[in-house]
Structure formats: structure tokens, C-alpha cells
Nanobody
Framework: VRLVESGGGLVQPGGSLRLSCATS????????MNWHRQAPGKERELVGT????????YDADSVKGRFTISRDNAKNTVYLQMNSLKPEDTAVYYC?????????WGQGTQVTVSS
């Protein structure tokens, strides 16, 4: 099982980034996919979730209206489109796959929002 995040980097406030999480080794289309983030000195928080059929929810109030989760089951990949980025969005972003007792994680990608 592999989950590999990419697309992070340094961006100015107000900018955009699109994170990708490419997966392999499990039946991606059946899994709920989550994006989490962990900022320095803070606990990890759930950013949002997309179900196997594409319904999405956003748990972090601070990202609602700015972030969009999507998935491409043909490519076994989940995405996080982040717009209007703020310095407080600086964190390591992780993707996570869940189905029943299975819980898989990627290694994370750093997003830094700074001028």
C-alpha cells in the first residue's frame, strides 16, 4: 500500500496550490479519502473527506469555501485544491484512506504560505 502526496511548496498569501495523493496497493474506489494537516506545535486536524462516490465534506471551518476535495477513481488519486491561501494554512498535509479497519497514510507534503 502506498499513498504519495505531492504539490506542496511555498506560496504567497492569496495564492493557490493543488495537492495530489497518488495511491496504489488497495481498491481506491472503495475507500473514503481524507485530507489532514498538522501545523507546527499543533495537533493534526481533519481538513475534509470525500466518499467513494464523490460526496465531500469539510471539517475545518477555516477552509470552507476555499478548499475543494476531489478524486479520480480511474487514476487512484485524490486532490486538494487550495485557494486564497492564508499564513495559517501553513502545515504538513497528509492524505488518508479508510475502509472498515483499514487506515492508510501518506508521508505528507509541506505547504508554507508566506510573503
Amino acid at each position: 500500500v502506498r499513498l504519495v502526496e505531492s504539490g506542496g511548496g511555498l506560496v504567497q498569501p492569496g495564492g493557490s496550490l493543488r495537492l495530489s495523493c497518488a495511491t496504489s496497493g488497495f481498491t481506491f474506489s472503495r475507500y473514503v479519502m481524507n485530507w489532514h494537516r498538522q501545523a507546527p506545535g499543533k495537533e493534526r486536524e481533519l481538513v475534509g473527506t470525500i466518499t467513494s462516490y464523490g460526496g465531500s465534506t469539510y471539517d475545518a471551518d477555516s477552509v470552507k469555501g476555499r478548499f475543494t476535495i476531489s478524486r479520480d477513481n480511474a487514476k487512484n488519486t485524490v486532490y486538494l485544491q487550495m485557494n486564497s491561501l492564508k499564513p495559517e494554512d501553513t502545515a504538513v498535509y497528509y492524505c488518508n484512506a479508510q475502509l472498515g479497519g483499514n487506515d492508510y497514510w501518506g508521508q505528507g507534503t509541506q505547504v508554507t504560505v508566506s510573503s
